[in-house]
Nanobody, 126 residues
């Protein structure tokens, strides 16, 4: 089970930190990814972290503004979003599956790679 939190409304240039708490599986061997989706468009992968090795991936579209991290003691991953722009407005999802470490932190995955998803949290930037 994945439970996201931290979404909300923020002005352009502001920051938000999303959290995703994982339970019910072997946390330490999985890839945790963050996706976002706006109505009518496909889910876009924006970041990931392999919780076993701690290495991260960030998509070019958000590089320099978004970072992914974890608190392994709490089975929680975070998406820190800085300098938010109106085009970042979307529903953000965390997802997980047993993706290999290299594939995870090299971004060699897509939405179809992941079978376990959170419920999503809305981020609105005005």
């Amino acid at each position: 089970q994945l439970v996201e939190s931290g979404g909300g409304s923020v002005q352009a240039g502001g920051s938000l930190r999303l959290s995703c708490v994982a339970s019910g599986y072997t946390y330490s061997s999985n890839c945790m990814a963050w996706f976002r989706q706006v109505p009518g468009k496909e889910r876009e992968g924006v970041a990931a972290i392999h919780v076993g090795v701690g290495r991260t991936y960030v998509a070019d579209s958000v590089k320099g503004r978004f970072t992914s991290s974890q608190d392994s003691a709490k089975n929680t991953v975070f998406l820190q979003m800085n300098d938010l722009k109106p085009e970042d407005t979307a529903t953000y999802y965390c997802a997980t599956d047993s993706v290999g470490a290299f594939d995870c932190y090299s971004g060699s995955w897509a939405a179809r790679t992941f079978h376990y998803w959170g419920q999503g949290t809305q981020v609105t930037v005005s």
